[in-house]
């Protein structure tokens, strides 16, 4: 009887396994169930493959979470650098603003009409820098006289006492602040307020 190569074999030659096979990590592709004389499986090694089985499902969900989370962190991260790119350069142009308002205070007094024309030119400059930092989401910050100091967006560089203003209040602002969305380019610079002189006296 020939047995030539179209003879049936129960697997590849090779010894790899059936490509209909599947294998998950951490579960044994081929567990040993002994099957007893009446027809029955041993209950203990299929509780076992059980097990394993949902253990490896586990193992998949963490991994799919995981996987989630970095993806939404690295898309928080990203969006973020992409908003504050521009925070060097509108810190930098914050000096230009601040000299242009210096060179509008030199010129308030003015006399002649090139003064006045002087003045008028500076402040359009001014205006249309100021426009350009606000298209690009870099806003003075908002701050009053008799506003509560706030030392996340404020900076005080001198108290002074005062008959209207409570302790711990704005008197005026030095130099105006920026952020850039929810950053702090700069802090305002603010005069803050000590109370009345008669408080002190008394306290």
Known sequence: MSTGSNSPTSGDPRGDPPSDELF????????????????????????????????????????????DNFRKRSRREMEDQRQHAQFPIMSDLLAVVDNLERAIQATGQAETDNQQGLQEG??????????ILERHHCQMIEVGEGDVF??????????????????????????????????????AQVVVSTGSDDLQASS
């Not at 253990?55 to 969900?61: E, H």
């Not at 500076?122 to 426009?131: A, F």
């Open 24 to 67: 998950v990590e951490g579960v044994d592709s081929s567990p040993e169930i002994d099957e007893s004389p009446d027809g029955t499986f041993d209950q203990d090694a299929v509780v076992q493959l059980q097990n394993q089985v949902d253990d490896a499902n586990s193992r998949l969900v963490r991994s799919q979470a995981e996987l």
């Open 122 to 131: 500076v402040h359009l400059v001014t205006d249309q820098l100021k426009s």
């Open 150 to 187: 706030d030392p996340n967006c404020h900076e005080a560089i001198s108290q002074q006492p005062s008959e209207d203003h409570p302790t711990g209040s704005v008197l005026f602002v030095t130099q105006s602040g920026y952020r850039l969305h929810e950053r702090i380019v700069r802090p």
